[in-house]
């Protein structure tokens, strides 16, 4: 017995070393495969997205044939367009409004969902969330149809009710609220899913002890619920707010900026002028416009996420 | 007397009881009807949409019946039209060999450097994670214009080889990111046993972490599905001929032909473009669900 263990003893003192220096190669190795690994990445990240990022800035500065510097002129003569204060209205009003009702559907249809008994919420939740899984440009493509000035469904209905037709499209306000409207509809379920997933994290222990304590459904919502999903609720708010306010689809295909550039987004009037007018730089300088507000909205995610992942982990 | 005592607040708590679940029933009625309210205009749409395509030209031409409904009696023509007569079958192709093989690279480059990123930490990884997390914000309406030059000077202007090129972009940053913290949620007892065992990295990759991360994984592909099939500004700003068009551009600009609107073979053609992301989300929506929360909920 005391051979076998001195025997096994031995072995393993003689496969000591040769396996340290086994795991000093591997650990000396490890960081290069780490590194080999992350390779296809960091190439499509610096190739694709941080050179055009940074080219974007250059071409910007240069004229409409690419073959002078001109410094700011393209940003003095943004500026001194009303177009472009109109598009930066346009965009404002478009990404704040459309955020804020969807962030309110959201919250509530979430609750709503969240209410029921569990077995029913799957078929009601998979339902809502069909608009987010159509891609955004064929279901645009029927909103349009919905809006069409002379076949509109919408029309039909408030004729037959005896309310006048909307010139939904062609008017420039309703036309601005229509953009709206569908921006909302797509990006509601978005929030929805989101906050059902915050709602089923919050612990029904603490209900319970307010309940206990005879909070009402209001003061549990303000108390319990609203505290708890802070962090979610900002972070899926300001990610959303980035993706609505770069958003392109809806207003490419409704209106195409129209009528008298009322709708414009800086995402459709940078396509306008870049890819449709042929003037790249003019067009780049359009959509940098929208980096600051981007960066800062970025900022404010990332702290988010961070104290979110410290929470869980 | 005792009984009696006994038996006072006994009744008074069942009808608190009873009108709290009187309360409670209302509630859920209350629920449903706001459900259905809320079901019915995010349904409108594709339902209107299917409405549209199955009605004949001649009924969508004259509004002389209600919209929302199909009088004349449901006809296949649109369909027909659509698929003999126009080049939606040249979209679908160049849509469908696009997205397979974004989805490839996509899975590729995120897993591998998901891996590296979430398991093995090495010099700067922290930050290059962090990198990854923000260049998932960069929209694409940002980089489009830029890219239209890069894309024009590698000669792939006009060619759908080129939106292989670009939809990376839309998809590597938010597949790494959520597959790292797939790997991160593995236990570290994991890679320990496979240590001793004697196993490499790729082993250890290929054996362990891809088969416990499937569900992440299958998560990241459906997303990553998702966003090359639905993409709209790249294929708008780079593809102009009709047989390079992916489905969504092709769509909404090439089938519609000069002043005459098509629209029954429009929905047609938007009824069936949409139709695989709607299928997957159909059988795969768990997995569909938490690769949507998965941004936020893993970090």
């Given at each position: 017995m005391a051979d076998t263990v001195q025997r096994w003893a031995g072995a393993q003192s003689a496969a000591a070393p040769t396996r340290r220096s086994g795991i000093g190669k591997f650990m000396h190795q490890r960081s290069t495969i780490a590194f080999m690994m992350c390779l296809p990445l960091i190439l499509i990240i610096s190739c694709l997205v941080i050179y055009p990022a940074f080219y974007s800035i250059w071409l910007s500065m240069l004229n409409k044939a690419q073959t002078k510097f001109i410094g700011l002129g393209n940003y003095r003569f943004l500026l001194s367009r009303d177009v472009f204060w109109m598009v930066v209205q346009q965009s404002a009003i478009f990404a704040i409004s459309a955020v804020f009702f969807k962030a309110l559907i959201g919250l509530i249809t979430a609750h709503l969902i969240n209410n029921l008994p569990v077995k029913g919420q799957r078929k009601w939740r998979g339902m809502l969330l069909v608009p987010w899984v159509i891609p955004l440009a064929l279901s645009s493509l029927g909103w349009w149809w919905l809006f069409?000035?002379?076949?509109s469904a919408f029309n039909y209905i408030l004729q037959s009710f005896g309310f006048d037709e909307i010139p939904w499209l062609s008017d420039p306000y309703w036309a601005r609220f229509s953009v709206i409207l569908v921006n909302v509809w797509y990006g509601a379920p978005f929030f929805l899913i989101m906050y059902l997933a915050a709602l089923k994290s919050v612990p029904e222990q603490l209900y319970e002890a307010a309940s206990i304590d005879g909070a009402s459904a209001w003061q549990k919502f303000v108390h319990i619920t609203l505290p708890m999903m802070r962090n979610i609720m900002a972070i899926t708010i300001l990610f959303s707010l980035i993706v609505t306010f770069a958003n392109f689809d809806v207003v490419q295909i409704m209106t195409?900026?129209?009528?008298?550039?009322?709708?414009?987004?800086f995402a459709t009037y940078s396509f306008l002028l870049g890819i449709r007018s042929g003037d790249l730089p003019l067009g780049a300088a359009t959509s940098l416009f929208m980096l600051p507000i981007l960066a800062i909205s970025a900022v404010f995610i990332l702290r988010g996420v961070r104290k979110r992942g410290r929470e869980i982990g | 007397m005792s009984t009696a005592a006994v038996s006072v607040p006994s009744t008074r708590a069942q009808t608190k009881r009873s009108s709290l679940r009187r309360s409670r029933r209302w509630a859920l009625i209350a629920s449903y009807v706001f459900l259905i309210m809320f079901a019915i205009f995010f349904l409108i749409p594709p339902y209107y949409m299917v409405v549209t395509a199955f009605k004949t030209d001649a009924e969508v031409a004259h509004m002389?019946?209600?919209?929302?409904?199909?009088?004349d009696g449901a006809t296949l023509d649109q369909f027909k039209i659509l698929l003999t007569q126009t080049d939606f079958l040249i979209y679908f192709k160049n849509t469908a060999i696009v997205t397979v093989a974004v989805v490839c690279i996509t899975m590729v480059v995120s897993v591998l450097a998901a891996f590296a990123l979430g398991r093995m930490k090495f010099w700067g990884s922290g930050l290059l994670a962090t990198g990854i997390f923000l260049t998932y914000l960069v929209p694409d309406t940002l980089l489009f214009i830029p890219l239209f030059q890069i894309v024009k000077a590698v000669g792939?202007?006009?060619?759908?080889w080129g939106m292989i090129l670009v939809y990376p972009t839309l998809t590597v940053p938010f597949c790494t990111w959520i597959m790292i913290g797939y790997f991160q949620s593995i236990p570290k007892e994991l890679d320990e046993a496979a240590l001793i065992d004697g196993a490499g990295h790729m082993q250890m990759l290929t054996k362990i972490f891809i088969p416990v991360a499937l569900p992440g994984i299958i998560a990241a592909t459906i997303f990553a599905f998702t966003v090359s099939w639905a993409a709209f500004v790249y294929p708008m700003a780079f593809l102009y001929s009709s047989d390079q068009q992916v489905l969504t551009v092709g769509t909404v600009?090439?089938?519609?032909?000069?002043?005459?609107?098509?629209w029954g073979m429009l929905m047609a053609g938007a009824l069936l473009a949409a139709a695989p992301p709607l299928i997957i989300y159909a059988f795969l929506m768990d997995y569909y669900i938490a690769g949507l929360t998965a941004g936020a909920t893993k970090g």
């Open positions: 069409d000035p002379t076949h195409a900026g129209g009528p008298r550039n009322m709708t414009h987004v | 002389a019946t209600n919209p929302w409904i199909i009088a792939l202007l006009n060619s759908y600009t090439s089938l519609i032909r000069a002043d005459v609107y098509k």
